[in-house]
């Protein structure tokens, strides 16, 4: 697909500005001794709170969990950001955010533990950089920028 640069730019510094938010949660999480996914998900709420409670209440899953996201974050980021395996990195960042958006929906009358930024009504952050990975998967660049140039060439 041809895009014009301004068209190519944008949607690469998109890839990179995601793959950083990724990337960047990831290692915080990583550095931090005492950080457990443990009270986002026992802080969940909609339909699927059940799944979430057992998931922070089972200590074998709530360290699986805590592994995949903590390393799902670092790996989608830096496929982001290098554009290395970049379909991949971005089916893995939607599936992650459509996990953070179940566990806390933005629904009307529902309180977090952890304050938002303003206030929600079915469209949060996490929908919309969900949305905005999608946007990335069907205009893809990582084979004009990245890593996946190199990899995936074409003969």
């Known amino acids: 697909m041809q895009y014009t640069n301004i068209q190519r730019n944008l949607l690469v510094a998109l890839r990179w500005l995601i793959g950083w938010h990724f990337l960047y949660e990831g290692i915080v ?18 339909l699927f709170k059940g799944l979430f409670y ?6 074998t899953i709530l360290d ?3 592994f995949l ?6 790996l989608i980021g830096l496929g982001l950001i290098l554009g290395i395996f970049t379909r991949w990195a971005l089916i893995g960042g939607i599936i992650l955010l459509a996990f953070y958006y179940l566990s ?3 629904l009307i009358g529902v309180k977090y533990a952890l304050p938002s930024e303003g206030s929600y009504l079915f469209v949060n952050k996490n929908l919309i950089e969900m949305i905005a990975l999608a946007v990335l998967l069907v205009f893809p660049t990582s084979h004009v920028v990245g890593l996946d140039r190199y990899i995936f060439k074409k003969a």
């Open 29 to 46: 999480k990583l550095w931090n001794p005492n950080w457990s996914a443990g009270g986002f998900l026992n802080d969940s709420a909609g």
């Open 54 to 59: 057992w998931m922070a209440n089972s200590p």
């Open 64 to 66: 699986i969990v805590n």
């Open 69 to 74: 996201n903590v390393w799902g974050l670092i």
């Open 104 to 106: 806390h929906p933005a």
